[in-house]
């Protein structure tokens, strides 16, 4: 149906973060009439939304940014190793200034419904401001960690203070100075916000239901010799560091940690400690395979909290006993240390969880904790639940909630069987949230950009997985995970933080070896996809 309020593209993007900006220069690029959709009212995602003290990237800014710009690469000036949020967004802003991008881009626009027409082979997607967009292809650029994770603890409605959601930061920011605030969770968020907020409140209590490894991020100016080395051969760089296991520059140990004597591992433990960041957990070759293994990695992490933490009670609740790196490792400034201050109070609620919220406080085993202010630093939906808030149908009006109610079932992370033209980025089946994330989503938009280009060329309509492939693939990130330690803990890669998630590992792990599979399904002729043949390529052009 068309009317005033319906918008002919040839692709809508859903999304203006890292993905989304880079959709639309790349599909732009192509000569295509695209438009980003963005319910935020500024660009940025991830961090337009997370604004929280602390909150800054934990791999290296050198390496948290793009690359498909060789000029964009070398005039950006980071300040600091790993940048501040507002250090991040201003470079997305700058992005989205130097290659015009804002004109493609609509803010304030909530996408509530994405329907597949079968017989013209578009898309039509709904917006909370009652406006219609019609494109052939539509590329969900949603985030993987972009819809906030609250659980429902009882009483909360009841609670007088004020309450906050790291990943819904006020822009104004959050006056900690004389309150007792409250911080629910322990996960990344919380590592990174707990020092600053401990240091503005009258006092902090820390609910922790599971400990998380946390590695000092040693984060100060770029060092200079290394800005000028990378500056050298900046492409090199990142072609090294794509070769790694997580796309990022983590050298992987050549040994495994069991054929190293105590005194070799103790030696490369500490100077990946010294070294900081998430680089540790690549010490040796055998850390997310074999248990013994790992458990040298996670002993050694947990003899640094206890010589950091003076209280040895406290000391021991913050010594994860999990295998480390099954949940998100985490990077910090000071995070152990925060629980020697006399303002700081530790609340295990492992064994014990969180009975209710009253009007003035957080209750656990019975005894209320007074409190001004909560946080819930409680994450995200991870990977789908940007996804499943919006009401896609493919063929025949199939939901994909419905398609996916035993969990995500994509080829490639890219593309999912019923739903011809629609494209993920970073999504459940892709290295993601187990990558670099920037390289990880410059590489999905190049591949769908690369795909749609292709398609045009030879007036395609439509592509669209097999079941076959996504069968084949699904079993393959299954397996590949089995053979590690990481589906072995309860954690939002399997989506064991939002009560009645199915329980699927949902990133693939291997950024080289992915890569290599997309390629090679690309110079294949999309091998694995099925090509509808077109009536006129893209629509209207
Ligand atoms: C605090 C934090 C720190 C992180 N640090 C790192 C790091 O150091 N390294 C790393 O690799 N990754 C990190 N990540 C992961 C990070 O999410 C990615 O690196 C990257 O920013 C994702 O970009 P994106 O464009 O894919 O998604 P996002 O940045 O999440 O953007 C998605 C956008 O889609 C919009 N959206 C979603 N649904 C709709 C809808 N229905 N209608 C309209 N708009 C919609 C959202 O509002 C959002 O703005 C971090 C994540 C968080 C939360």
Known sequence: MKDARTTELDAVVVGAGFAGLYAVHRLRGLGLRVRALERGSGIGGTWFWNRYPGARCDIESLEYSYQFSPELQH????????????????????????????????????????????????????TDTGERFVARFCVMATGCLSSANLPEFPGRE?????????????????????????????????????????REAQHLTVFQRTASYSIPAHNGPIDPELLAEVRADYAGFRRRNAQMPFGANFPLGEKGALEADPEERGRV??????????????????????????ETAAEFVREKIRQIVRDPETAENLAPKQVIGCKRLCVDTGYYETFNRPNVTLVDVSETPIQEITGSGVVVGGR????DTIVFATGFDAMTGSLSRIDIRGREGLPLSEKWSGGPRTYLGLATADFPNLFFVTGPGSPSVLSNMVPSIEQHVNWIADCIGWLRERDLAAIEATPAAEDAWVAHVNEVADLTLYPSCNSWYLGANVPGKPRVFMPYLGFPPYVAKCDEVAAKGYEGFALAPGAGMPPGS
Request: hydrophobic content about 35%.
């Open 368 to 371: 209320e904790y007074p409190v």
């Open 269 to 294: 433990y500490e100077q990946r400690w010294q070294r900081g960041g998430l680089g540790f957990i690549t010490a040796f070759s055998d850390l997310p395979l074999d248990r013994e293994a790992n």
């Open 75 to 126: 005039e950006w000036e980071w300040s600091e190793r790993y940048a501040t949020q507002g250090e991040i967004l201003r470079y997305l802003e700058h992005v989205a200034d130097r290659f015009d991008l804002r004109r493609d881009v609509q803010l304030d626009t909530l996408v509530t419904a994405a329907r597949f027409d079968e017989p013209t082979h578009l898309w039509t997607l709904e």
């Open 158 to 198: 009841h609670f007088a203070g004020a309450t906050y959601h790291t990943g819904h930061w006020p822009h104004e920011g959050v006056d900690f100075t004389g309150q007792r605030v409250a911080v629910i969770g322990t996960g990344s968020s919380a590592i990174q916000s707990i020092p600053l907020i401990a």
